[in-house]
């Protein structure tokens, strides 16, 4: 009756003619083709076909905006992984262990108190030193010449004397017949046209930190090394060249210009005593009285020599 057109529709009415109309068809599942394969669906109504789709609506009927989220709660930022990773301050170097001074230096030979040296730390001149300064030259010689302490280069280089102060040195004992570099006499002591052996030494075998004076303590700590080193070289004279070798050996606190021109003793050896080269190379009108000490040294020697010749028995060497 769907093909009745609304006028037919109403005259039925005025007649009391119901109308049965086709109620629409149930959705269907699909029905299989008698080939096995699915029949397509029948088509919805285009408007259920745009609500089933609703992206593709028309632009005039936008989709109303959704209502805006609520914002997340704030969180603390994690840590940055910069940060850390972060790598640790080096760690601050240790100073080295103080440790008391071996015993029996006093009885020590030549390699055991050279060792005692380079591995000491009884005072804190230990903390900064590059190396020690033992000693050089011959370690059987009539002559002994001892400094104060190491400077710079002494330190750098582990030798007592370089530099201009050490060549002014070498200059000095030249003039007195004398190197550091001779060999020692292979028979009896005596005078020589050759260069007679010399060994030096300082009182403190570490150098104090930016050339500062000695404290008294690292003086009483370093002191049984040197001792034990006159001991072992047994020379017949000392020279100690500079106030503060002067006043350690000696045990004083007069200046050097009262304590020339007079014989000293130490440990049983005559002192002479003498300006340190490097004085000498800023105060040069010194040099003089420096040459009337080298002179003084030698005359003692000479009479040792003259001694020892009268009485060969008293030779050392
Ligand atoms: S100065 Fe002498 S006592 Fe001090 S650490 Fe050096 S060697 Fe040892």
């Keep these: 009756m769907n093909h009745l057109d609304d006028r037919q529709r109403a ?21 299989r083709s008698p080939a096995g394969t699915s029949a397509p669906a029948p088509q919805a109504p285009a408007a259920a076909r745009l609500e089933a789709h609703p992206l593709a609506a028309p632009a005039a009927h936008p989709a109303p905006a959704p209502a805006p989220l609520p914002a997340p709660p704030r969180q603390a930022p994690p840590a940055s ?18 440790a008391p001074r071996p015993a029996g230096v006093d009885t020590m030979d030549w390699p055991a108190l050279e060792a005692a040296v380079a591995d000491c730390h009884a005072c804190g001149l230990c903390e900064k030193r590059r190396h020690t300064v033992f000693g050089v ?10 400094g104060e302490a190491p400077g710079e280069q002494e330190d750098r280089q582990g030798q007592p004397f370089v530099g201009q102060a050490g060549k002014l040195l070498d200059a000095m004992l030249a003039a007195t017949g004398l190197s550091r570099h001779a060999p020692a006499p292979a028979g009896a002591a005596g005078a020589s046209a050759e260069p007679q052996p010399v060994y030096i030494a300082n009182v403190l075998k570490c150098r104090p930190p930016g050339n500062r004076n000695p404290q008294p303590e690292e003086v009483a700590q370093c002191e049984p090394y040197l001792r034990r080193q006159v001991a072992l ?3 017949r004279v000392i020279l ?5 070798a002067v006043q350690s050996l000696l045990q004083t606190t007069e200046p050097i210009g009262r304590l020339r021109g007079r014989v000293h003793q130490y440990a049983g050896v005559p002192v002479i005593v003498t300006y340190h ?38 030779q050392k060497r």
């Design 81 to 98: 992984p910069a940060k850390a990773a972060l790598p640790s301050p080096p760690p601050t170097p240790e100073p080295p262990v103080r």
């Design 233 to 235: 070289v047994q020379p």
């Design 137 to 146: 030259g011959a370690r059987q010689a009539d002559w002994m010449v001892i």
């Design 240 to 244: 100690a060249m500079g106030r503060f």
């Design 277 to 314: 080269p490097a004085y000498l190379l800023r105060n040069l009108p010194d040099k003089a009285k420096a040459w009337q000490d080298l002179c003084l040294a030698r005359e003692i020697m000479n009479s040792h020599l003259r001694a020892a010749s009268v009485a060969p028995e008293n």
């Design 11 to 31: 005259m039925l009415a005025e007649m009391g003619v119901r109308l049965w109309a086709r109620p629409p068809a149930p959705a269907r599942p699909l029905a």
